[in-house]
Antibody, heavy 119, light 107 residues
């Protein structure tokens, strides 16, 4: 069974940092592109970042470029999102999702980890 | 960036109704469109990809159509478990973008 489990969220002050993790199991992690998508409380879905299976191709939303860094460790079946210089508008539930733009098959999502940015 | 506009933003329908949700892209995206269903407190669930391909395990009451800039998601006979928010997403190019969502409520 495919499982994606996020962790690392929490309450942080503006300007602070966190490292979000996504532990993958039930599939060959190194064969799949991975993504981070966030959802502010009561709002819609916003794509944040994508990374291909070998970390060769990485993409970011303009709203997080220069502040967030996506990475993966295929040996540990893990996806990461380093989030720096946090702002109130980064407050959201952060989901990791398996999927590739080449297939459009974003069919597995974790339960999300909540990041709250507040003083 | 490609903007995705969903309509309506909300609708009220009865069990058994046929429901259609529309998604329009600000530029052509071929058939690179997905539909997701999200219930409160749950992650999104993939329903359709490539505009009209049903995800494994998704009931056939869901169908998608369209190409280019105009797309639709149809639920043929609304059931209680279908009351949720639906999102379209284009994956033709980065940045990936979602529609604003359509909340389907019970009439």
């Amino acid at each position: 069974e495919v499982q994606l489990v996020e962790s690392g969220g929490g309450l942080v002050k503006p300007g602070g940092s966190l490292r979000l993790s996504c532990a993958a199991s039930g599939f060959t992690f190194s064969n799949y592109s991975m993504n981070w998508v966030r959802q502010a409380p009561g709002k819609g879905l916003e794509w944040v970042s994508s990374i291909d299976k070998s970390s060769t191709y990485i993409y970011y939303a303009d709203s997080v470029k220069g502040r967030f860094t996506i990475s993966r460790d295929n040996a540990k079946n893990s996806l990461y999102l380093q989030v720096n210089s946090l702002r109130a508008e980064d407050t959201a539930l952060y989901y990791c999702a398996r999927g590739s733009r080449l297939t459009g098959d974003y069919n597995y999502w974790g339960q999300g980890t909540l990041v709250t940015v507040s003083s | 960036d490609i903007q995705m506009t969903q309509s309506p933003s909300s609708l009220s329908a009865s069990v058994g109704d046929r429901v259609t949700i529309t998604c329009r892209a600000s530029q052509g995206i071929s058939n690179n469109l997905a539909w997701f269903q999200q219930k409160p407190g749950r992650p999104p669930k993939s329903l359709i990809y490539a505009a009209s391909s049903l995800q494994s395990g998704v009931p056939s009451k869901f169908s998608g159509s369209g190409s280019g800039t105009d797309f639709t998601l149809t639920i043929s006979s609304l059931q209680p478990e279908d009351f949720a928010t639906y999102y379209c997403q284009q994956y033709n190019s980065y940045p990936l973008t979602f529609g604003g969502g359509t909340k389907v409520e019970i009439k």
